[in-house]
């Protein structure tokens, strides 16, 4: 039954995700990687059906666009988590995806290659070269997905909320080509159970074994712990935590606020009091969305006006 499911799930990308298009995020040779055979795999897990994707290789973009009559013209790249191990495309990707669509936001999921030093020259720098490389994709499709350029925003889950707050405070530190110098930095950040510090005494460890290695340099722990990195020209944030996440310490979404706030960067936080670590849109304990809230920030900012 899992396997029927598995095939109706990917084999009918329209009716069941309402994707318009899945696209390669590099249109020909991917950077930083190694020649290898393509040895993805897709499935759904048997305890809670949801779609996992491991082994990636070859990044894509899995475009869904709100229709003509919702659309205001702003844009999310969506990060799911997996611990840098795999890409969990469905609670936290496709699902997400589909309620910005509603909201009149277009929403890009980013499959983004999984860190291996077989398959990269660099593993560490991989996600984020996909990630800045989404952030181009989108701006420079703008027109074409009547999007508007200024109102490009990222959000990232778990591990995917590293990658989404790495993107949102390295982008002028370019990992790829960008000849026409298309502008890197997201106009907003939405942050859901984020690993955000490599640090000891707070990391998600099979995060940053993942990403950097189990023996990693003092200089990588630093430039990797994004409480950091955060400077004025950081791109206002929500974040959204547990309290009892006992997998990806509360502590990492606030110290990132913490920092936020100390150079005067918007910010808005919201912790469950109970719900733990992955629960996607939808915390059980709890009759608050956080969905709900994040689209009430952003009209408040303005980012769901209509162009």
Partial sequence: MRNILLQLFLSCPVILLHAQDSIPLYPGHIPNSRPVKN???SEITADDHILIISKVTRPTLTIFLPSKQKANGSAVVICPGGGYTIVAAGHEGYDVA???????????VLKYRIPDDSTMVNREIGPLQDAQRAILVVRDRAKEWNLDPDRVGILGFSAGGHLASTE???FEKPLISNPAGVNLRPDFMILVYPVISFED?????GSRDQLIGKDPSAESIWEYS???QVTARTAPTFLVHAKDDDVVSMQNSLVFYQALQKNGVPAEIYLYEKGGHGFGMNNPTSNIKWMDLVLEWMSRNGWLNRR
């Fill in 39 to 41: 040895n993805e795999v």
């Fill in 98 to 108: 589909r309620r910005f669509n509603e909201a009149g936001v277009a929403a890009i």
């Fill in 168 to 170: 949102g405070t390295h």
């Fill in 201 to 205: 005494s707070i990391t998600h460890l």
């Fill in 226 to 228: 994004n409480e950091h």
